[in-house]
């Protein structure tokens, strides 16, 4: 430090370095002896260089009866969360729609937990959030509310805190991603359950309790890790991508960030006459629609979200020619993508993000249907597949179907918003075939007594296939158009363009809406 400094400036730099890793060596230490980043490394990597500007770095917790002051301010630096403002890819997308604010838990100081001081800290940056509409980064490491605060003497429960409504209420507002590396449990697990992306380490354990409520609950000891473990949680659809490291899923978080962000200049894409070929010719084989979805879309700028819930129903983002929409689409190589209870939910919570941010939708559709049976309704199938229906239905956002095969029943309306024409455009394949339901099933059941007439099996068999091809050619995908069910049969190799024509011609919205008025969680 320079000998010519006013002392006051001196014991500024001097207070101000006690928050950094550089004198908190020994907090930093145990963070990369357990293979983690620190909260300002982290937040260093988000970032633009030279663009945060921080709230309340002097704060400490509220500990000084029982604590030296000196040791609060190094060991409880920040009161255990980094806020501010800053921009994130700017290079990519300009300083203004690069604008964010950020909240990093610090896992270092009294294990992330929430306290006083910490808390009006989360209250002044996410008020600011939503005055400035700013999306917000928040990393969520942390042990839940803290009960140490000797120094609040006029609370009782502490439940007339601000900080969990004001961060639900961003929702539809501005996008709000979490990221988690570690213990997230108690208050810190809502913060990250409100987000609109939740990203996790597959170091992460995620629970609504720790150990500690749980055993004073006089539910039993358990230890941390097992409590919401990752393999858990990513099956169960509170994570919407899982990330190797903190790097890992800091740079997810940046690429997520941009779709909200805007359009890019610089794009590249596969050959698109390979999409000619991608479904196969015989119409009981099953295909890996992921490959039609990474041909068709820019390179590089596909991103799936929940790949391991709901697996009926591929959601993410993608870029064409630069430009961001929301991707939907049903995988065939998992209950021959039947719509059941989980890729309901997980469809209709994700066209309802989309619609909230302004980001097109395009359906990718072969499915026979919604999931029937016994076992489905078991799941509330009725309940969570009607809300796709309301989903779609209320989506003001353009949407564009494009039916790579199949097209059957309420299945298929609810995959592209309610109805055949409800998208601004719906187009066919040639290999697109449609019915109210599976073919199969629908000669089995409409000609029922001629086929039970039939004595003879092997006869039976015959006129059972025949009859499964006239339905074929009746529900071919030209004949679909033909009678102007849906709007065109295309090229595939002419699927990109098509796409992109009709989302230009499109209004961006069908209808004004006030920026709160359509997202709405379906949990």
Known sequence: MPIDLRPDLAALLERLARTTDAVRTEAAARRHAKGHRTARENLADLVDPGSFVEYGQLAVAAQRKRRDYEDLQVNTAADGVITGVATINRDQFGEDRARAAVVVYDYSVLAGTQGFFHHKKLDRILGLAE?????????????GGRPGDTDVTTAIAWLDLTTFAVWARLSGLVPRIAVNNG???????????????????????????????????GLGVFKPTEIGPIEVQEKNGVVDMVAEDEAHATALAKKCMGYFQGVLDNWRCADQNALRDMVPENRRRSYPVRRIIETLADEDSFLELRPAYGRSVVTGFMRLEGRPVGLLANDCMYKAGAVDADSGDKASRFVQLCDAYGL???????????????????????????????????????????????????????????????????????????GSMGLEGAVKLGFKKELEAVEDEAERGKLYERLLAMAYEMGKAIEAAAHLEIDAVIDPADTRKVILRALSSASERKIPRDKRGRFVDTW
């Not at 005055?131 to 042990?143: A, K, Q, R, S």
């Open 131 to 143: 005055e400035w509409e700013l999306p917000v980064v928040m990393y969520t490491e942390g042990g």
């Open 183 to 217: 213990y997230c449990f108690a208050g810190n697990a809502v913060l990250f359950g409100c987000a609109d992306i939740t990203i996790a380490t597959r170091k992460s354990w995620i629970g609504m309790a720790g150990p500690a409520m749980i055993e004073g609950g």
């Open 360 to 434: 097109p939708i395009v359906s990718l559709t072969d499915t026979p249907g919604f999931m029937v049976g016994p076992e489905s309704e078991a799941e509330a199938s009725v309940r969570h597949l009607s809300r796709l229906f309301v989903a779609g239905s209320n989506a003001t956002v353009p949407i564009v179907a494009i039916f790579l095969r199949r097209g059957y029943g309420l299945g298929a309306m609810a995959m592209v918003g309610g109805g055949f024409h409800e998208p601004v455009y719906a187009a066919a394949w040639p290999t697109g075939e449609f």
